[in-house]
């Protein structure tokens, strides 16, 4: 049978991950997971409440919603946050459970460490210290998961010293995965000239940047979503999801950074992709009608969609129908469950083989597409 590679889980971080892996001179910009009075549990910087601690089990969204009730009611916490989360976050049951999926391996994407980005936008030093604390933690993940766990570390890409420190590191620890916020660095895109050493850099070490749904700088202006939900999640921000990582591939491909990176290697996860066959077609047709009106364009040797098919690649739920997709775009989408979330699912396969694709007969969908961003054999 052919392997089967999951390509979005998640890890869920032990209540003193951030304090126990910074540096011991940081410690106080450390996030943590703290008890309230009533027992709920929250992850913390310097005693702000950022995200409550919920019971994810898949297929169970309305298990948050309930858990969230009581809090608003003002009762008492059913939830250890420490028991619950200990089955997501030991490397030993995450490979009892991968058997169980009838997984080979997994990516493993942070849990709480997606909801903090944008909080501490402000404050690179706090920034730094807490990606720099997980990405520590990653190295150890991915040396117990014996070549089967594949933890996703978090970057940013506002000090290229200090991203090139980490990018040394992870590949030194068997890290092959970057998460990185599709959002402007200091009012820059990602195609300004002053960014291109640090997609040399993800090169050089071997490690692909990644996109995923978290809570980091917003595509529109923050007036459009309303107020903060503590510990919840924009409706508008979910109707929206791809849009962000769209818009920053787009920019890396039609100003001719994956054209001067061709080993650059990019993924999408968990951010749909029923999307892209209409967005391979806008960037052609709008670089092709562009260039026509302007009498020149971007300096390419190959058409944008070639770019995309060539360096991304995407994930696709069972449910967006990868099979169609696949003919309309080209064998680049990949499995995944979203493992533990209440969105996700702990029967992948089964999932996928209702909806027509299996190991066995799309090898590319559930294994080679993800081994070729973590730049497997």
């Known amino acids: 049978m052919t392997a089967f590679i999951d390509c979005d889980t998640h890890l869920f971080e032990p209540a003193d991950l951030w304090s126990r892996y910074a540096d011991p001179g940081a410690r106080a910009d450390a996030l943590r997971i703290v008890d309230d009075d009533l027992g709920y549990s929250w992850l913390t910087f310097r005693n702000q409440r950022l995200s409550l601690a919920e019971p994810h089990r898949p297929r169970d969204v309305e298990a948050i919603g309930r858990y969230r009730q009581r809090w608003l009611r003002g009762e008492r916490s059913d939830l250890d946050y420490q028991d619950f989360a200990a089955a997501y976050s030991e490397p030993s049951a995450r490979l009892e459970k991968l058997d169980e999926m009838g997984a080979d391996g ?23 210290t807490n990606m ?35 990018l ?16 402007l660095v200091e009012g820059r895109p990602f195609s300004a000239p002053e960014l291109d050493r640090m997609w040399a850099a993800f090169v050089d070490h071997g490690v692909t940047p990644v996109f995923h749904v978290a809570d980091q700088p917003r595509v529109f202006d923050d007036a459009w979503y309303g107020p903060d939900v503590p510990g919840g999640i924009s409706a508008m921000s979910t109707v929206f999801l791809p849009t962000a990582a769209a ?44 260039s026509t009106f302007n009498g020149e364009g971007p300096k390419l040797t190959l058409t944008p969609s070639e770019y995309f098919r060539r360096q991304v690649r995407v994930a696709a739920f069972s449910y967006e129908r990868a099979d169609f997709l696949t003919k309309a775009s080209g064998d680049i989408f990949m499995a995944c469950s979203d493992y533990p979330h209440t969105e996700g699912t702990d029967s992948p396969v089964s999932d996928y083989e209702a909806a027509g694709l299996s190991p066995a007969a799309n090898p590319g969908f559930f294994s080679d597409n993800i081994s070729f961003l973590l730049r497997a054999p």
């Open 132 to 166: 720099g604390a997980w990405n520590r933690w990653c190295a150890d993940v991915a040396a117990e998961g014996g070549g089967r766990l594949h933890p996703v570390a978090h970057l940013s890409l506002r000090d290229p010293e200090w991203l090139d420190q980490q």
């Open 106 to 128: 997994a990516v493993l994407f942070p849990n709480y460490g997606i909801v903090w980005e944008r909080a501490l936008a402000d404050d690179l030093g706090a920034t730094q």
């Open 247 to 290: 818009l920053a591939l787009t920019d890396l491909i039609i100003n001719g950074v994956l054209e001067r990176h061709p080993d650059l290697r990019l993924g999408v996860m968990e951010l749909s992709a029923v999307w892209v066959p209409l967005h391979l077609q806008m960037m052609d047709g709008g670089v092709r009608f562009a």
């Open 168 to 183: 040394s590191s992870l590949a030194a620890g068997g890290v092959r995965l970057g998460l990185i916020a599709p959002a």
